[in-house]
């Protein structure tokens, strides 16, 4: 026997010709029907008695949600149902539907409302809460486009909801009734006294332009769109839509410029967003770039899933450019009609809570890497292997080559192997000879491979690739190349190598001072003898043999390029009055006049494959990388292994260190509204001094430390751009700020991070007594509410010790976990100093809130989909509607601390 009620709640007003079906698709399903009248004149309230309903007068104020909760508060029954009279609930089995309500750790039930648009337009789905519990404490908010859903998230600390295989179908959009019932009058009303109160409401904004698109007012609706997108922070659940409806926008007005830019920009943050693809190749199109136009569609296509568009459209697109492409010469002008969206002319606001974006977005950069490719088929098979093996987490990655006359498959080969790979036909003139003892360049050669290269800083201009990543096809390139250099945020970067240019010759770099190829540097008159000539050439090249990253005069063979510097002009071309040889540098040279800066880094050196006699040695090269390797789970920090030659920082310039002192580093981006009043708070209990590196925020957070932390001697940097998609270059600046401030001690907080209540008083009697002790390590519990932290096989961080408090030891050379994210907060190789444990707990708030929740699980889902540096199964779990939780018990003493302890 079915325990469970039901009551369903519904709002009305001239419903007459839709409210007998509405009321007749729950027949059997409920035991109660709550109709809200709000000033019918026609035959609705007499339907309403005819069918049983229970039926209210309310005087109708301007406000959906009133009206709603309303409704709420005259239901009787365990669970409420919420329907319109223009909805319908589709046909569902009776026993299905209780064994629903009968789920006890549910609390409610995301629907599907299935809109239909008209015939030419077609329908839209959104989700949105409409079956769940009858509790005073679950009620609607706006007063527009209503929802219950944050109301029940909060009670239930982000968990209790879920989806049912239930569906509404929803015929309100139709033309004919929003002419009936003027439902554009009546929201633009309800909207514009809402924003009289809130002129910069993104959501209210975001409404407005939907109420235009409606009407066909597109010039009207995109005004509203774009004040709604210039207001939001990118975390918002409805922000996808707001920038598909933009999007619409310029496509519906022709404006096909706008239309491209804009499509740019998002997909920097959803590069594999099928619509947007799908947009920018129509755009490109237009403007008759083919290649750019087939790349985008043929994505498009291989991704699969557009919300505007069908697949039949897309494929017809590109059939057209695939023809285009055949038929027309560069000159040829272009006739192409805009594609109209087959599924709804604008994206309709369902309830999109549950899909809450990451703060900002995860952004990932475009990299094109290019090479002109006449190689030998050995060596080719080692640089095209390395490139595989390229970490790309985060990254959208295309290759480009041109196959300069090779007698082998291997380009196409890996073409067929690889994603988004293109071969281009080399141009026949000119042969390339070499042999064991050297490469024979010509100068028809050089100007050969001067002209391929700037092909492909045009084909990454046009298609928007935020870097260029050229590298000559007999490298072998560590898997960490890549990143590691993006990492660096330079225009003009090469990676160094090492090469006996002649066999008799010691192996020399590829970057170089100044001129032809000086490897040490003088004044302009400035005469050296030779013994300080060759003094200066060594320091250069002991400089060049330690792990760092320098400014230089010349560079090539394995650059890294920005956008920037890209569109700065730069190129391989000949400068005609300039009588270097080589077409690098004539880059450099012409870099350098246009304003920009060339640095080489020597963290991750390839191996440079000059000759084929050479393949031997790159094997013991590949051993010894092999044996550096080690796989660090995200709740860990185990050793790292010793990569001296590969990967060792410099160690920090001496400082002079105050004993007993203590200062905070701590990272922060956008915490104003969040946790970083309580953790500064107490912090100023037991610090001495503060770090703040502020990754861009655009919140209030720089003015809030600067004010929490008044008195307290603060040294506070912010970046110009957000760099939270790449972890590691934030936490290696951050630590080079803390260990240049004078203390002695120096503790790493996240901003969500904070001791527990009574450690202030604890902490500086622990460090006073701790002359063997280099650092501390602590349990960290994530806390899921104010009162309870989680406690099951992926959340165990509570059951091991790990580093927060670090002694500022002089000369200690740091070494780090080089991932993109979880690289951890410190140098992994500070375990090999002194180590205690203390019984002080620390507690993580940033899972409480469901929203943080939902932006964290969207983050991970963004910037490591492949559980590359963290599990997979955690990240899952972070949306478990019933996770384990146990109380947090204050604890009121604490001994010293346990020396030497296990971690574990």
Same mark, same amino acid.
């Given at each position: 026997?079915?325990?469970?009620?039901? =009551?369903?709640?519904?709002?009305?007003?001239?419903?007459?010709d839709c409210l007998p079906a509405s009321l007749k698709s729950v027949q059997g399903l409920v035991n109660e029907m709550i109709v809200v009248d709000t000033g019918s004149n026609?035959?609705?309230?007499?339907?309403?008695?005819?069918?049983?309903?229970?039926?209210?007068?309310?005087?109708?104020?301007?406000?959906? @949600?009133?009206?709603?909760?309303?409704?709420?508060?005259?239901?009787?029954?365990?669970?409420?149902?919420?329907?319109?009279?223009?909805? /319908?609930?589709?046909?569902?089995?009776?026993?299905?539907?209780?064994?629903?309500?009968n789920n006890r750790q549910v609390e409610g039930y995301f629907l599907t409302i299935k809109s239909y648009l008209g015939p030419s337009l077609g329908e839209s789905e959104d989700q949105a809460v409409r079956l769940f519990r009858n509790k005073p404490e679950y009620r609607f908010e706006g007063a527009i486009h209503e929802q219950v859903t944050p109301a029940i998230l909060r009670r239930k600390g982000g968990t209790g909801l879920t989806s049912a295989n239930?569906?509404?179908?929803?015929?309100?959009?139709?033309?004919?009734?929003?002419?009936?019932?003027?439902?554009?009058?009546?929201?633009?009303?309800?909207?514009?006294?809402?924003?009289?109160?809130?002129?910069?409401?993104?959501?209210?904004?975001?409404?407005?332009?939907?109420?235009?698109?409606?009407q066909n007012s597109i010039a009207a609706g995109l005004n509203h769109m774009t004040k709604a997108l210039a207001n939001m922070t990118g975390r918002e659940g409805y922000f996808e839509d707001v920038l598909l409806n933009v999007a619409l926008g310029y496509l519906q007005l022709s404006d096909v410029v706008s239309l491209r830019s804009f499509a740019n920009k998002v997909l920097i943050m959803y590069p594999d967003h099928a619509d947007f693809l799908f947009l920018r190749g129509t755009a490109h199109f237009l403007f008759r770039n083919h290649p750019a136009a087939r790349l985008d569609l043929e994505r498009c296509l291989q991704i699969g899933t557009l919300r505007l568009f069908t697949h039949e459209q897309a494929k017809s697109l590109l059939t057209n450019i695939l023809q285009a492409s055949m038929d027309s010469h560069p000159f040829a002008e272009t006739s192409y009609e805009f594609p109209l969206p087959a599924k709804n002319n604008c994206i309709m606001y369902g309830d999109n809570y549950p899909k809450e974006r990451q703060e900002q977005t995860a952004m990932k950069h475009r990299v094109l890497i290019a090479s002109p490719v006449k190689q030998n088929e050995k060596i080719l098979s080692e640089f095209l292997a390395s490139l595989t093996q390229l970490k790309t987490t985060n990254l959208e990655v295309h290759f480009a080559?041109?196959?300069?006359?090779?007698?082998?498959?291997?380009?196409?080969?890996?073409?067929?192997?690889?994603?988004?790979?293109?071969?281009?036909?080399?141009?026949?003139?000119?042969?390339?000879?070499?042999?064991?003892?050297?490469?024979?360049?010509?100068?028809?050669?050089?100007?050969?491979?001067?002209?391929?290269?700037?092909?492909?800083?045009?084909?990454a201009l046009d298609e928007m690739f935020d870097y260029l990543f050229l590298v000559d096809s007999d490298l072998w390139l560590n898997p960490n190349t890549l990143v590691h250099?993006? @990492?660096?945020?330079?225009?003009?970067?090469?990676?160094?190598?090492?090469?006996?240019?002649?066999?008799?010759?010691?192996?020399?770099?590829?970057?170089?001072?100044?001129?032809?190829?000086?490897?040490? @540097?003088?004044?302009?008159?400035?005469?050296?003898?030779?013994?300080?000539?060759?003094?200066?050439?060594?320091?250069?090249?002991?400089?060049?043999?330690?792990?760092?990253?320098?400014?230089?005069?010349?560079?090539?063979?394995?650059?890294?390029? =920005?956008?920037h510097a890209l569109e700065q002009g730069v190129s391989f071309q000949e400068i005609y009055n300039l009588g270097l040889t080589g077409e690098d540098r004539h880059f450099c040279i012409r870099a350098a006049a246009l304003g920009l800066e060339l640095f080489a880094d020597t963290h991750y050196p390839p191996f440079h494959i000059y000759r084929e006699s050479e393949l031997e040695k790159l094997q013991n090269y590949k051993e010894t990388l092999a044996e550096l390797q080690q796989v660090i789970s995200l709740n860990e920090i185990p050793p790292l292994p010793s990569q001296q030659k590969l990967s060792q920082l410099n160690s920090h310039p001496q400082v002079h260190v105050e004993k007993g002192k203590i200062t905070l580093a701590m990272l922060v981006r956008n915490e104003s509204d969040r946790y970083l009043e309580r953790v500064l708070k107490q912090a100023t209990e037991y610090i001495d001094q503060a770090v703040i590196l502020d990754d861009a925020s655009v919140d209030n957070t720089v003015h809030l430390c600067r004010e929490l932390l008044r008195?307290?001697?603060?040294?506070?940097?912010?970046?110009?751009?957000?760099?939270?998609?790449?972890?590691?270059?934030?936490?290696?600046?951050?630590?080079?700020?803390?260990?240049?401030?004078? @203390?002695?001690?120096?503790?790493?907080l996240?901003?969500?991070?904070?001791?527990? /209540?009574?450690?202030?008083?604890?902490?500086?009697?622990?460090?006073?007594?701790?002359?063997?002790?280099?650092?501390?390590?602590?349990?960290?519990?994530?806390?899921?509410?104010?009162?309870?932290?989680?406690?099951?096989?992926?959340?165990?961080?509570?059951?091991?010790?790990?580093?927060?408090?670090?002694?500022?030891?002089?000369?200690?050379?740091?070494?780090?976990? /080089?991932?993109?994210?979880?690289?951890?907060?410190?140098?992994?190789?500070?375990?090999?100093?002194?180590?205690?444990?203390?019984p002080l707990r620390i507690k993580h708030l940033g899972w409480i809130r469901p929203q943080d929740r939902l932006a964290k699980y969207y983050r991970?889902? /963004?910037?490591?989909?492949?559980?590359?540096?963290?599990?997979?199964?955690?990240?899952? =779990?972070?949306?478990?509607?019933?996770?384990?939780?146990?109380?947090?018990?204050?604890?009121?003493?604490?001994?010293?601390?346990?020396?030497?302890?296990?971690?574990?």
């Open positions: 026997m079915n325990m469970s009620t039901v =009551s369903l709640c519904m709002i009305v007003k001239n419903e007459a026609d035959r609705t309230p007499d339907i309403a008695l005819a069918w049983g309903a229970k039926v209210i007068p309310f005087a109708w104020t301007g406000d959906f @949600s009133a009206a709603r909760n309303f409704s709420l508060e005259n239901a009787s029954s365990d669970w409420i149902l919420v329907l319109d009279a223009d909805e /319908e609930l589709q046909t569902v089995n009776v026993d299905s539907f209780f064994e629903l309500l239930l569906t509404v179908h929803h015929s309100g959009y139709l033309k004919d009734r929003l002419k009936l019932k003027n439902k554009f009058a009546r929201n633009c009303e309800i909207i514009q006294n809402e924003l009289l109160k809130d002129s910069g409401n993104p959501f209210l904004l975001y409404c407005l332009g939907l109420e235009y698109y409606q080559f041109i196959d300069d006359q090779n007698d082998h498959q291997l380009l196409s080969q890996f073409a067929q192997d690889q994603p988004k790979v293109r071969i281009y036909p080399g141009n026949l003139n000119g042969d390339y000879l070499r042999d064991e003892t050297t490469h024979h360049w010509r100068e028809d050669l050089i100007w050969k491979v001067a002209c391929y290269k700037d092909h492909f800083i045009k084909l250099l993006l @990492s660096l945020n330079k225009d003009i970067v090469s990676e160094v190598f090492w090469t006996r240019w002649n066999p008799d010759l010691i192996p020399l770099p590829q970057v170089w001072i100044r001129d032809q190829y000086t490897l040490y @540097s003088s004044g302009r008159d400035e005469s050296l003898t030779e013994e300080e000539t060759n003094l200066r050439t060594q320091d250069f090249m002991q400089m060049l043999s330690r792990p760092g990253t320098y400014k230089v005069g010349g560079l090539g063979a394995c650059t890294l390029i =920005s956008r008195g307290i001697p603060l040294t506070l940097h912010s970046n110009h751009k957000p760099m939270f998609h790449n972890e590691i270059f934030l936490r290696k600046q951050l630590w080079e700020m803390a260990l240049s401030s004078n @203390s002695e001690w120096i503790v790493i996240d901003a969500d991070e904070l001791f527990e /209540e009574n450690a202030p008083s604890h902490l500086r009697e622990l460090l006073k007594y701790s002359q063997d002790v280099d650092y501390y390590s602590f349990r960290l519990y994530d806390l899921w509410t104010e009162t309870h932290y989680r406690d099951d096989s992926l959340w165990q961080a509570h059951h091991w010790y790990r580093p927060f408090i670090v002694r500022n030891v002089q000369g200690f050379q740091a070494k780090w976990r /080089e991932t993109p994210q979880h690289c951890g907060r410190f140098p992994v190789n500070i375990i090999e100093l002194r180590s205690a444990a203390s991970y889902k /963004e910037l490591d989909p492949e559980g590359t540096y963290g599990k997979l199964e955690q990240y899952q =779990s972070i949306l478990d509607p019933a996770p384990n939780l146990i109380p947090w018990e204050k604890v009121d003493f604490f001994p010293p601390y346990e020396k030497n302890h296990e971690q574990n």
